[in-house]
């Protein structure tokens, strides 16, 4: 399988008695968008943390066949005292981006997420929290990741930011990067999902890609994350 870049295989995490996730296992593919869906608590954010080695898990192992990983966190924090711009230059410091490429970089994603870069000479902490995330974005880009790992990506963002982020990732998607969006905005994850990763209570309950969903019959993916959560009837309930 070449074109898995990340692949988890019986991860497991306790925090005290608290099991948070249990024998957690899937993969994520080059070029391709993949939904991990889950209620509050399920396990996601665990997940993340510990594939980007934030936390060390109990158990399980996490295979990596990428380059450069990007992360947006559902909050993002920045220093208080430091500006967007410095932000910028010590990023591309440590991960040895060119000065004049910083430059083009940011004008190119500044314009992608809908981030005006006359704020970069202020303190992130004073920007709203839209604009975090979307400093948040901009941070993770500059270093030209290709797999990209997203805790709620629509968290704070209006409409129109909405919408621009969603044709960024179609366009990571299609210059053949690998994403992993955790979301509950499930609405605008069907739009552009093309695998499907349903955890529930630090368990997966569903891996699966669009393409096969679809052939079974139509896709709704609402209707489907809710079959999970015995909302609805149906074969998952």
Known sequence: MSDVVLKVENLAKRFGR????????????RGAIAAFLGENGAGKTTTIKTILGFLKPDAGRVETRYRQPGY???HPV???????????GFTAKLFGVDRNELVRLVDRISAAVGFDPAL??????TYSLG????????????????????????????PVSIKSV??????????????????HLISEMEKITDDVIIIKKGSILLEESVERLKKEGPFDLEGLFLSFHGEIGGRHT
């Not at 920045?78 to 910028?88: A, D, H």
């Not at 400093?135 to 209006?158: A, G, K, N, R, T």
């Open 120 to 125: 970069l000479e202020r303190k992130v902490q």
């Open 131 to 158: 604009n975090q995330k979307k400093f948040s974005y901009l941070q993770s880009l500059i270093v030209s990741p290709d797999f990209l790992i997203v805790d709620e990506p629509f968290s704070s963002l209006d």
């Open 18 to 29: 608290v099991e948070a996730v249990k024998n957690v296992s899937f993969s994520v593919r």
């Open 72 to 74: 947006v966190p559902e």
């Open 78 to 88: 920045f220093f208080p005292w430091l500006k967007g711009r410095e932000v910028l």
């Open 166 to 183: 969603r044709e960024l990732f179609l366009r990571l998607k299609e210059e053949g990067k690998a994403l992993l969006l955790s979301s």
